[in-house]
C-alpha cells in the first residue's frame, strides 16, 4: 500500500508548539509511507491541490492529514481525496490540534506526540476499505415543536416554501412568551399586533398541522424518516365542535382557575379560552379547578353550549407523525425569583416579576392595561426596577447575561411613564447592555427623555415599611448606599431554560450546556444546526434571545430545512455496524445494547441471526463490544484496525514525553 | 435518655444578659436537654479578636471546644450568636490540615474538632420541635403579638452557620407560634442592630436599631423578641437614649425568646428574670389578657 502525510501548520496554531517538519520526516520512515510533508493550511486551496497533486504523482492508495478536529475538516478532506480518484474511506485523520498543540507548550513533547499519532493513523489506514454510501429517500414534511415567534417564523417560512409543517405547542395556544408582552423594544410597537397576524396565517395556512396542548413523547428514526410521537394532551372540550364562542367562560361558576397567560395576575374560570387572540381559539377545561371534573357537580358549560362541544369524559390522545426533519423552538423559563430571599422570596405582594408587569401594562391584561397594585388597587407612584434578578448572579447558579433584561427595563419605565406621567421609575443597574440595532438609543431615551432615574449597583434588601416597600440598595457611582421607597416594584428577571428541556434533549439525540440550552453544532458557523442531522434549532432554546435574533433564527432553520430538502435522496453514512453471519451465534445481546433500536432478530438457514438496519445505525459501536463472538463489527472501526492503532503505539520506541 | 450538649455561657451569659443564661438552662432542664458547662471555659475573642489576627482569634475558641471534647456529650451549644460564629468559624476553619496546625501550635495540644456546634434554637427546634414544645405549654401567649428578631449572624454567612434562612429564618417564628403567640411578618428579621459600635459610635446605633423598634411598631407588635445578648441590649437597655435620638416614644419591651417559652410552660420568676428587662413588660402582657378577655 502506498500512503500519504500531510503535516498541517495550521498557521501558528500547531507550527507554533509542534515541530511539524519532524513530524513529517519521522512519517516518511514508516512502513507504506510512500510520500510526506508539511505544508501551511491543508485545508486551503492550495493546500488541498498539493494533495491532489501528490496522490496523481506517487499513485497513492491513502492519505492521512495531520491538522485540526476531524469534526472541523474531515469532510473537506474526504472530498479532496476523492477528487483526485480516491475512495474517500481512504483517509484518516490524525488530530495534532486540539489532542497536541492546543493543550501543551513542549515543543519536544508535543512532537513526540504528534508522530505518536500520525504513525496510529497510518496504521489504521492500511487496514482501511473502500466503502460506499447508500441512497434512501426522505420524507419531506418537517415538525416544529414549540409555538412562540421562533416556531411560527420557522413553520411558516416552511410552509412557505412548499412543505407540508406540523406544529406541536404544549400550551393551549400558539404564541409564547411574545404574546404575553405589551410592547416590544426598541420600537415600542405593539406585540400581540405584530404577532397576532402571523399567528393567523399559522392557522390558517393549507401546509400547516396545528397540534396545541400537545408535548412530543417520543422520537425514532433518522434524518429523512423521523417518526414522532405526540402526546395530545385532553382539554375536555371537542376542539371539531367549538367555535371559540366564549359563553362557557362567561357562565363558569368556578373563577378561581390559575391563570396561566396572565402569569398568575388574577385568576380565570376553570374553563377558558387563555386570551383573545389565542390560536387556535379553543376552549379548554382546566381540570384541577372544574367542579364537574373535581367533584362531581355542575356541568354548566356542558348545557350552555350552543355546540355541545364539551367532553368532560376526555383523555388524552396520541398521534404518530412521520417527518424528514424537526426544528426545535421550545423557548426559555424565566427566574423564579422566590429564590432571593433578600427580594422577600415571593413574600410581598407588590413585589412581581417583569413579565408579570407586562401583563399590567397590556389592554388585553387583567387590569385592563392600567397599572395597579397587585395588593391594593392602587396605583403607583415610585416604581422600582431591579436588574439582574437571575443574571449574572454566580451565587444562585445563574452566571450568564439574559441579553433581554436591560432593553425590555427600559421599555417598561417608558411605558410607566406613558401610562402614568407624574410616576417616578428608579432602576438598579449593574451594567446597560444594549448592543442591537437602536438598542442603546434607546436605553438613554428611556433614562433622557422619560426621565428614569438609572442607579449603578445590586439591591441587597426590599423591605415593606407601611404600605410601600423599602428598597435599599448601593450605588456604585456614588459610593453611598441608597434606599428608595417603591410602591411597586418590578424585579427584571432572566432568562433560564425551559423546564423539561434536558428531557426533549435526550428524546431527539442533542447535547444541551450546564444550563439546559441546546447546543448548536458550532457556536460561530453552525448556529442552527446540533449534532443530529436533520434537527435544527431555532429561538431561546438555544440561549437567552430577543425578538430579532429569534424570528431571524427561525428563518434560518427553515432555510436549512428546505436546503436538506432540495434533495429527493440522502446518502446514508456507511459508517456503520455489519453482521459476520457466520461468527453470529444469535444471542441476541447487540439487539439489548443499542441504544437506537438498529438491531434486529432474522432467521438464516433455521438460525436466528442479528441483522443491522442500515438506515437507522448511527455508528455508536455499542454492539461491537457486546458481542462475545466479535461477529459484529463496526466499518471504519473494526477490531482490525483498532489493534493496528494500538500494536503501533506499543511498539514506538520515542523517547518518553510524559 | 436525655441528649447532653457541652454549654457554653459566654461572657455576657454571666453579665449582662445573666437572664438569657439562667432561662435558656431552665428551658433546657424542663425540655430534657442536659447542659454541662464546659470546664474552664475562655473568651470566645469575641469581636475583636478576629479582626487581628485569624490563626489566634480561632485558637481562643478552639480551646473551648478542645475542653469539651473532654467531656461525654454529643455537642457544643451556646445561646449567644457571637459564641457560636466564633466556635463554628473556629471549627470550619479547622477542616483545612494547615490551618488547624498552626492553631494547634498556639494551644500546644490537638484538638478533635469532631464534635458538632448548634446554637441552643438550633436545639431546641430541630431535636425538640415546636410541635413537642406546644404539647407542653401550661400557659398560652395567645394574644400577645410578636416581632421576632435574630440578629445578622445567627443564620450568617449560611455556609458556616448552616441553619435555618439567612434571608428569612423562621426558627424561633415557629417556636414561638407554638406557644399560642401571634407572629407579626417581621421585615427586618436579620437587620444589623448596631452590634458593638454602641460604644465606638452610638449615633450608629441609635439610627439603626431605631429602624428596628420603628418596624416592629409598624407591623403593631407588643414586643420583640430576640436570641442576641448584644442585639437584646441595644433595643432595651439603649431604648431610652433612641427615643431621645431619633423624637420617638417607643416602649418596646425586648424579650429572649428563651424567657418567652419558660413563661408559656409555667417557670417561675426565679428562672426567667423578667425583671431586668429594662422596659417593663407589665404592659404587653395586661393587653394579651385584654385581647384574650375579650375573644373569650
Known amino acids: 500500500m502506498k500512503i500519504g502525510v500531510f503535516v498541517c501548520h495550521c498557521g501558528s496554531n500547531i507550527a507554533g508548539t509542534v515541530d511539524v517538519a519532524r513530524v513529517a520526516e519521522e512519517a516518511r520512515k514508516l512502513p507504506d509511507v510512500a510520500f510526506a510533508s508539511d505544508t501551511m493550511y491543508a485545508c486551503s486551496e492550495p493546500g488541498q491541490e498539493g494533495i491532489i497533486e501528490a496522490i496523481r504523482e506517487h499513485n497513492l492508495d491513502g492519505v492521512v492529514v495531520a491538522s485540526c478536529t476531524p469534526r472541523m475538516h474531515e469532510p473537506t478532506f474526504r472530498r479532496t481525496v476523492e477528487r483526485a480518484g480516491l475512495n474517500r474511506y481512504m483517509f484518516e485523520m490524525a488530530n495534532i490540534r486540539e489532542h497536541v498543540s492546543w493543550i501543551g507548550k513542549d515543543i519536544e513533547a508535543n512532537t513526540g506526540k504528534a508522530i505518536d499519532l500520525v504513525a496510529m493513523a497510518v496504521a489504521k489506514?492500511?487496514?482501511?476499505?473502500?466503502?460506499?454510501?447508500?441512497?434512501?429517500?426522505?420524507?419531506?414534511?418537517?415538525?416544529?415543536?414549540?409555538?412562540?415567534?421562533?416556531?411560527?417564523?420557522?413553520?411558516?417560512?416552511?410552509?412557505?416554501?412548499?412543505?407540508?409543517?406540523?406544529?406541536?405547542?404544549?400550551?393551549p395556544s400558539i404564541g409564547g412568551k411574545m404574546s404575553k408582552l405589551d410592547k416590544t423594544f426598541p420600537t415600542i410597537d405593539c406585540s400581540s399586533c405584530i404577532l397576532g397576524p402571523k399567528m393567523v396565517d399559522v392557522a390558517q395556512h393549507p401546509n400547516i398541522t396545528l397540534y396545541a396542548n400537545a408535548e412530543v413523547a417520543g422520537v425514532q428514526g433518522y434524518v429523512g424518516n423521523f417518526e414522532v410521537s405526540v402526546n395530545r394532551k385532553a382539554t375536555y372540550v371537542d376542539w371539531e365542535a367549538c367555535t371559540g364562542c366564549g359563553q362557557c367562560m362567561e357562565k363558569c361558576p368556578s373563577k378561581k382557575s390559575r391563570d396561566v397567560f396572565n402569569e398568575d395576575i388574577g385568576t380565570t374560570t376553570a374553563i377558558n379560552i387563555p386570551f383573545p387572540q389565542a390560536i387556535p381559539k379553543k376552549a379548554s377545561i382546566n381540570p384541577e379547578f372544574c367542579m364537574k371534573l373535581t367533584k362531581g357537580k355542575c356541568g354548566v358549560c356542558e348545557k350552555i353550549c350552543p355546540t355541545k362541544a364539551i367532553r368532560f369524559d376526555q383523555t388524552d390522545a396520541e398521534a404518530v407523525e412521520n417527518v424528514g426533519a424537526i426544528v426545535v423552538a421550545t423557548g426559555f423559563d424565566l427566574f423564579d425569583h422566590t429564590r432571593y430571599g433578600?427580594?422577600?422570596?415571593?413574600?410581598?405582594?407588590?413585589?412581581?416579576?417583569?413579565?408579570?408587569?407586562?401583563?399590567?401594562?397590556?389592554?388585553?391584561?387583567?387590569?385592563?392595561?392600567?397599572?395597579?397594585?397587585?395588593?391594593?388597587?392602587?396605583?403607583?407612584?415610585?416604581?422600582?426596577?431591579?436588574?439582574?434578578?437571575?443574571?449574572?448572579?454566580?451565587?444562585?447558579?445563574?452566571?450568564?447575561?439574559?441579553?433581554?433584561?436591560?432593553?425590555?427595563?427600559?421599555?417598561?419605565?417608558?411605558?410607566?411613564?406613558?401610562?402614568?406621567?407624574?410616576?417616578?421609575?428608579?432602576?438598579?443597574?449593574?451594567?446597560?447592555?444594549?448592543?442591537?440595532?437602536?438598542?442603546?438609543?434607546?436605553?438613554?431615551?428611556?433614562?433622557?427623555?422619560?426621565?428614569?432615574?438609572?442607579?449603578r449597583g445590586r439591591v441587597s434588601m426590599i423591605y415593606p415599611k407601611g404600605d410601600r416597600y423599602v428598597v435599599r440598595g448601593a450605588d456604585t457611582l456614588m459610593g453611598a448606599a441608597v434606599e428608595v421607597e417603591a410602591d411597586l416594584v418590578v424585579l427584571a428577571v432572566?432568562?433560564?431554560?425551559?423546564?423539561?428541556?434536558?428531557?426533549?434533549?435526550?428524546?431527539?439525540?442533542?447535547?444541551?450546556?450546564?444550563?439546559?440550552?441546546?447546543?448548536?453544532?458550532?457556536?460561530?458557523?453552525?448556529?442552527?444546526?446540533t449534532n443530529t442531522a436533520g434537527v435544527y434549532l431555532a429561538g431561546a432554546c438555544q440561549g437567552p434571545k430577543d425578538i430579532p435574533s429569534s424570528v431571524g433564527q427561525g428563518s434560518a432553520a427553515a432555510a436549512k430545512v428546505l436546503a436538506l430538502f432540495s434533495k429527493d435522496q440522502l446518502e446514508s453514512d456507511p459508517q456503520i455496524s455489519e453482521v459476520d453471519?457466520?461468527?453470529?451465534?444469535?444471542c441476541g445481546k447487540c439487539i439489548e445494547t443499542c441504544p437506537f433500536t438498529a438491531i434486529e432478530l432474522t432467521e438464516f438457514r433455521g438460525q436466528p441471526k442479528a441483522k443491522v438496519i442500515e438506515t437507522v445505525c448511527q455508528g455508536c459501536g455499542n454492539c461491537t463490544t457486546t458481542c462475545p463472538q466479535g461477529a459484529i463489527q463496526l466499518q471504519h472501526f473494526t477490531d482490525n484496525q483498532i489493534l493496528a492503532e494500538v500494536n503501533v503505539l506499543c511498539q514506538q520506541t520515542l523517547p518518553n514525553y510524559g | 435518655m436525655s441528649p447532653t450538649y457541652a454549654y457554653y455561657p459566654g461572657c455576657s451569659g454571666l453579665g449582662t444578659s445573666a437572664e438569657y443564661d439562667r432561662s435558656t438552662r431552665a428551658v433546657c432542664k424542663t425540655l430534657g436537654i442536659e447542659l454541662v458547662d464546659i470546664p474552664d471555659w475562655s473568651c470566645c475573642g469575641s469581636t475583636p479578636a478576629h479582626t487581628v489576627d485569624h490563626a489566634l482569634s480561632c485558637a481562643l475558641s478552639a480551646r473551648n471546644i478542645g475542653q469539651a471534647e473532654k467531656l461525654d456529650v454529643e455537642g457544643i451549644i451556646t445561646p449567644c450568636p457571637s459564641c457560636l460564629t466564633n466556635l463554628k468559624t473556629a471549627s470550619h476553619r479547622m477542616r483545612n490540615p494547615e490551618?488547624?496546625?498552626?492553631?494547634?501550635?498556639?494551644?500546644?495540644?490537638?484538638?478533635?474538632?469532631?464534635?458538632?456546634?448548634?446554637?441552643?434554637?438550633?436545639?431546641?427546634?430541630?431535636?425538640?420541635?415546636?410541635?413537642?414544645?406546644?404539647?407542653?405549654?401550661?400557659?398560652?401567649?395567645?394574644?400577645?403579638?410578636?416581632?421576632?428578631?435574630?440578629?445578622?449572624?445567627?443564620?450568617?454567612?449560611?455556609?458556616?452557620?448552616?441553619?435555618?434562612?439567612?434571608?428569612?429564618?423562621i426558627a424561633m417564628d415557629r417556636l414561638m407560634a407554638a406557644l399560642g403567640a401571634d407572629i407579626a411578618p417581621f421585615p427586618l428579621k436579620v437587620e444589623c442592630c448596631g452590634a458593638s459600635f454602641g460604644v465606638a459610635r452610638k449615633g450608629m446605633v441609635m439610627k439603626l436599631s431605631g429602624k428596628l423598634l420603628d418596624a416592629a411598631e409598624d407591623v403593631r407588635a407588643d414586643a420583640m423578641v430576640t436570641a442576641c445578648p448584644l442585639c437584646q441590649m441595644n433595643l432595651d437597655l439603649r431604648q431610652k437614649q433612641i427615643n431621645a435620638a431619633n423624637n420617638a416614644r417607643h416602649n418596646m419591651p425586648v424579650f429572649y425568646y428563651t424567657q418567652l417559652i419558660g413563661k408559656a410552660l409555667g417557670l417561675g420568676e426565679d428562672s426567667l428574670m423578667l425583671d431586668n428587662l429594662i422596659v417593663r413588660p407589665v404592659g404587653a402582657f395586661r393587653k394579651m389578657e385584654e385581647v384574650r378577655r375579650s375573644a373569650s
Open chain 1, 581 to 586: 453471519i457466520k461468527r453470529c451465534v444469535g
Open chain 2, 99 to 169: 490551618f488547624k496546625a498552626r492553631v494547634e501550635k498556639l494551644l500546644d495540644e490537638p484538638v478533635e474538632n469532631r464534635l458538632p456546634v448548634m446554637s441552643v434554637l438550633q436545639v431546641l427546634f430541630e431535636q425538640v420541635g415546636p410541635r413537642r414544645i406546644a404539647d407542653r405549654v401550661t400557659e398560652s401567649l395567645s394574644g400577645l403579638r410578636l416581632a421576632p428578631y435574630y440578629g445578622c449572624i445567627m443564620n450568617r454567612p449560611p455556609e458556616i452557620m448552616d441553619f435555618d434562612d439567612c434571608e428569612n429564618p
Open chain 1, 342 to 455: 433578600e427580594y422577600g422570596g415571593g413574600r410581598y405582594t407588590d413585589v412581581i416579576t417583569s413579565i408579570q408587569y407586562e401583563r399590567l401594562l397590556s389592554a388585553s391584561g387583567p387590569t385592563g392595561g392600567h397599572i395597579k397594585r397587585p395588593s391594593d388597587g392602587k396605583e403607583p407612584e415610585n416604581v422600582v426596577f431591579i436588574q439582574c434578578v437571575g443574571s449574572r448572579d454566580k451565587s444562585i447558579g445563574r452566571p450568564y447575561c439574559s441579553g433581554f433584561c436591560c432593553m425590555y427595563t427600559a421599555k417598561q419605565a417608558i411605558l410607566t411613564k406613558d401610562h402614568l406621567p407624574e410616576s417616578q421609575s428608579y432602576v438598579f443597574y449593574m451594567d446597560i447592555r444594549a448592543p442591537g440595532k437602536l438598542y442603546d438609543e434607546f436605553t438613554r431615551r428611556a433614562m433622557e427623555e422619560y426621565g428614569a432615574r438609572y442607579i
Open chain 1, 125 to 171: 489506514l492500511t487496514h482501511d476499505k473502500r466503502l460506499t454510501a447508500k441512497k434512501f429517500s426522505i420524507n419531506k414534511r418537517v415538525m416544529v415543536i414549540g409555538g412562540g415567534v421562533a416556531g411560527i417564523q420557522a413553520a411558516l417560512d416552511c410552509a412557505d416554501g412548499g412543505l407540508e409543517v406540523v406544529l406541536v405547542e404544549k400550551t
Open chain 1, 494 to 529: 432572566g432568562a433560564e431554560s425551559a423546564k423539561g428541556a434536558p428531557q426533549l434533549a435526550e428524546k431527539l439525540r442533542i447535547s444541551y450546556d450546564t444550563y439546559g440550552f441546546y447546543m448548536e453544532s458550532h457556536p460561530k458557523l453552525r448556529p442552527v444546526e
